[in-house]
């Protein structure tokens, strides 16, 4: 059974920072492309950052230079860390297995960016 769970998320300061990660079970890690989605009500999910097997690494934008991803195959775990974070930030969170045309999600972590 494929198991995605994500954690880390809460409420942050404007320019403050916060890491999530997603620990995955069921898989087999090392060979997934793993990623970090994000959504805010009334839109569309969208990518935040990406990283392959071979540790190649995809950002948004938005989030370039702020923004780290990063994998664990030895824990089967991936994250995000997050700073400088701003109020445009705020969304649910949602890690993501990618292999070829199979992907699978997480439930998702809520990140609230607020003074």
């Known amino acids: 059974q494929v198991q995605l769970v994500e954690s880390g998320g809460g409420l942050v300061q404007p320019g403050g920072s916060l890491r999530l990660s997603c620990a995955a079970s069921?898989?087999?890690?090392?060979?997934?492309?793993m990623g970090w989605y994000r959504q805010t009500p009334g839109k569309q999910r969208e990518l935040v950052a990406t990283?392959?097997?071979?540790?190649?690494?995809n950002y948004a934008d938005s989030v370039k230079g702020r923004f780290t991803i990063s994998r664990d195959n030895a824990r089967n775990t991936v994250s995000l860390q997050m700073n400088s974070l701003k109020p445009e930030d705020t969304a649910v969170y949602y890690c993501?297995?990618?292999?070829?045309?199979?992907?699978?999600w997480g439930q998702g972590t809520q990140v609230t960016v607020s003074s």
């Open positions: 990283i392959t097997s071979s540790g190649n690494t």
């Open positions: 993501k297995a990618t292999l070829v045309s199979i992907g699978r």
């Open positions: 069921g898989i087999s890690f090392s060979m997934y492309t």
